[in-house]
């Protein structure tokens, strides 16, 4: 079984829709739960991140932790075209040094 | 603050050739990390260099191999091309001062587009 699972997508949706995008991970060890978008011929960038379970919100984005259900989402509201990109969930075991584990991320497209 | 920068941006090699990637991290960042991104395995962790040391491994065969010099530039090499390792480079830094990476995220670069022919 793979660390942290998403789906692929391609999930595509017209502007203003909410978006729900979701993985899922093995090992309860996972402690810290990250959200990079990855533009089209660029490197990722850290969108959200959190260490509890529960909702955070930081604008139009909603990162929500389930630990009882290794589950972890990211919304976005009132979706743009400017939303497009594909995102990646990200996961770290501990506090100490080790590497993040990345899920394969999901194309998105919004559609104006 | 420059961000993270990668050279070259595209590189196309024949099998069996070697190639060196070079990252130039954020300014102050100490920790410098490599993946290779593909579409059908996603992002995968190579290595990680605090402070000129290797202090993290993925695994990836001994042909990947990597290092850091006193100013926190990084390079990557791959020896004896195979077509597989046709994918993104990508680099990261973060000033990973004993910090786990959500206290201390990964600033990426983007990254070098490596095509083996």
């Known amino acids: 079984q793979k660390e942290v699972e998403q789906d692929p997508g391609p999930l595509s949706v017209p502007e203003g829709a909410i978006v729900s995008l979701n993985c899922t991970y093995s090992?309860?060890?996972?402690?810290?739960f990250m959200w990079y978008r990855q533009y089209s011929r660029k490197g990722p960038e850290l969108l959200m991140y959190?260490?509890?379970?529960g909702n955070k919100e930081d604008g139009r984005f909603t990162a929500q932790v389930d630990k009882s259900s290794k589950y972890i989402s990211l919304f976005i509201r009132d979706s743009q075209p400017s939303d497009s990109a594909t995102y990646l969930c990200?996961?770290?075991?501990?506090?100490?040094?080790?590497?993040?584990?990345f899920g394969k991320g999901t194309r998105l497209s919004v559609i104006a | 603050k420059a961000g993270v920068t990668q050279t070259p941006r595209y590189l196309i090699k024949t099998r069996g050739q070697q190639v060196t990637l070079s990252c130039s991290p954020i300014?102050?960042?100490?920790?410098v990390s490599w993946y290779q991104q593909t579409p059908g395995q996603g992002l995968q962790f190579l290595f990680e260099y605090f402070s000129e040391t290797q202090r993290n491994k993925g695994n990836f065969p001994g042909r990947f191999s990597g290092r850091q010099f006193s100013n926190s530039r990084s390079e990557m090499n791959v020896s004896t091309l195979e077509l597989g390792d046709s994918a993104l480079y990508l680099c990261?830094?973060?000033?990973?001062?004993?910090?786990?990476?959500?206290?201390?995220?990964?600033?990426f670069g983007n990254g070098t587009r490596l095509t083996v022919t």
């Open positions: 300014s102050g960042h100490r920790s």
């Open positions: 090992n309860s060890a996972f402690q810290y």
């Open positions: 959190t260490y509890s379970s």
């Open positions: 990261a830094s973060s000033d990973g001062q004993g910090k786990s990476s959500y206290n201390s995220p990964l600033h």
């Open positions: 990200a996961i770290n075991r501990n506090s100490g040094n080790t590497p993040l584990v």
